[in-house]
């Protein structure tokens, strides 16, 4: 959420999560999460991404998304953040500008997934810089896409996974 300060803005990160249930194992439901390959299957935004340079689901390890929307078509490097078997699953985007993490806790009937998101304040400077007058604009257009997409690829990586 930005503040109005006089003629700038002084952000905090914005954050957002959501849980859904899934009828399988911490274990099973990391196997698809940390499958990068796959994020096609249930993201409304990403449509492609492959490991750079042969890396894997490790902390430290690069990946490369290509992104779709109606108004544009564009690529992001990702650095895996965490990569905790059966826990957490996460990457920050452009240098930690956003991050997005997948945390699994064990329940009675399967694992609770939740997706997280943080567009940092590193994030929104980023913006100020890129768009001007017009960043607090393009980052509630962010904001709104993790607030519809969260859902939907939850709900789509439940069906996904749970076949």
């Known amino acids: 959420m930005y503040l109005p300060c006089y003629n700038y803005l002084v952000p905090e990160p914005l954050t957002y999560a959501e849980s859904i249930l899934i009828a399988a194992s911490p274990g099973e439901v990391y196997a698809v999460v940390s499958d990068v390959t796959r994020t096609g299957e249930w993201s409304p935004v990403c449509r492609d991404c492959w490991w750079d340079e042969g890396d894997g689901p490790r902390v430290g390890s690069f990946f490369t998304g290509r992104n779709v929307t109606a108004d544009r078509t564009w690529e992001t490097r990702c650095e895996v953040i965490a990569a905790e078997e059966g826990r957490a699953f996460g990457w920050s985007v452009t240098e930690g500008n956003v991050h997005w993490v997948y945390s699994m806790e064990p329940v009675e009937a399967g694992t609770e997934l939740t997706e ?36 939907a690829t939850l709900a789509a990586m439940k069906a996904v996974i749970e076949g």
Do not use: H
């Open 116 to 151: 997280s998101w943080e567009f940092t304040v590193k994030g929104q400077e980023f913006f100020a810089e890129r768009f001007g007058a017009d960043a607090p604009a393009e980052i509630e257009k962010r904001r709104r896409a993790a607030l519809a997409g969260i859902p």
